[in-house]
């Protein structure tokens, strides 16, 4: 016989929450229906629901808010429809109008505190996707957000570029891989002056970086290509104690947006290494 395995405490959780809510909301409903006063008792909904709307699953949430607001309007102030209040109160105009004010107040702090909720969870999860999608030293795309820019605009017209740095080993063998990662950080920062806020700057791996330029035809990416290599061999790259000249070999494609395009202007680096580096080859 196989062992029981418990539930997660996290489902645990949640059945404890949902079975809180329902009972508390059932209990009030039943309330409700008994008595009868010119403020009903529409206020004590809020507090279930602001707790399912936090906790419970969406379609459960809504259900349960369509319970109360049938409520609401059965057993409310508005009349007795079904015939069930069997006490009525009376309650003084002073005591109906602060206990409105009250309701109102309680109402709009729990429907903000909800939706701070709700848009705190949104920042999370757009930081996280953020984070999946970036390179965590350049801040740059990483080879994730480079694939998903491209399927966005797959098959639309554009041009890619691919920058490689130029003898970017020696670098790392001769100063140490802390200077390699101040030059790629500051290879990144002038990547993205020469980007448009339509375009991506992504770097693909190790000294490798790519530039898409959707709608840009070959005459642009020709200019921006050798706007990268002048960007980077304008001036020294700062490090630990000193300065290094850098260059950088540039192949550009253009053409339908795809993965394809990126082989093209990949190609195109390597003519650029072969031809003496520091310079643009198209595709």
């Not at 949430?61 to 059965?74: E, G, M, Q, R, V």
């Not at 802390?178 to 190790?206: F, H, K, P, Y």
């Amino acid at each position: 016989m196989l062992p029981t395995i418990p539930p997660a405490p996290a489902l645990k959780d949640e059945r404890r929450i949902r079975f809180v809510v329902w009972v508390v909301v059932s209990f009030i409903v039943t309330i409700d229906a008994c008595i009868a006063t010119p403020l009903g008792l529409t206020w004590l909904y809020f507090g279930p629901l602001a707790l399912a709307a936090l906790r419970l699953p969406q379609k459960e949430s809504i259900a349960l808010a369509a319970i109360c607001a049938a409520a609401s309007f059965l057993f409310g102030p508005l009349g007795d429809p079904l015939g069930v209040h069997t006490v009525t109160l009376e309650v003084s105009a002073r005591v109906q109008g602060v206990a409105g004010f009250g309701t109102a107040a309680v109402a709009y702090v729990g429907l903000g505190f909800v939706l701070h909720r709700f848009g705190r969870q949104q920042r999370i999860i757009r930081g996280l996707r953020h984070a999946s999608e970036s390179d965590p030293l350049t801040g740059l795309a990483n080879r994730r957000g480079l694939d998903l820019f491209l399927r966005q605009h797959q098959g639309e017209p554009g041009a890619i570029l691919v920058v490689d740095l130029d003898h970017f080993k020696r670098v790392n063998d001769t100063h140490g891989h802390a200077a390699g990662d101040a030059v790629l950080i500051e290879l990144g920062r002038r990547l993205q002056q020469v980007t448009r806020a339509s375009d991506i700057a992504a770097r693909t791996g190790g000294e490798e970086f790519a530039l898409v330029l959707p709608g840009a035809p070959e005459g642009v990416a020709q200019r921006v290509g050798n706007d990268v290599c002048k960007i980077v061999r304008r001036a020294p790259f700062p490090i630990e104690g000193g300065e290094l000249a850098i260059t950088a070999s540039v192949g550009a494609a253009a053409g339908s947006l795809s993965a394809a395009l990126i082989e093209r202007a990949d190609q195109a680096v390597y003519r650029s290494k072969q031809a003496g580096r520091d310079q643009l080859s198209l595709a």
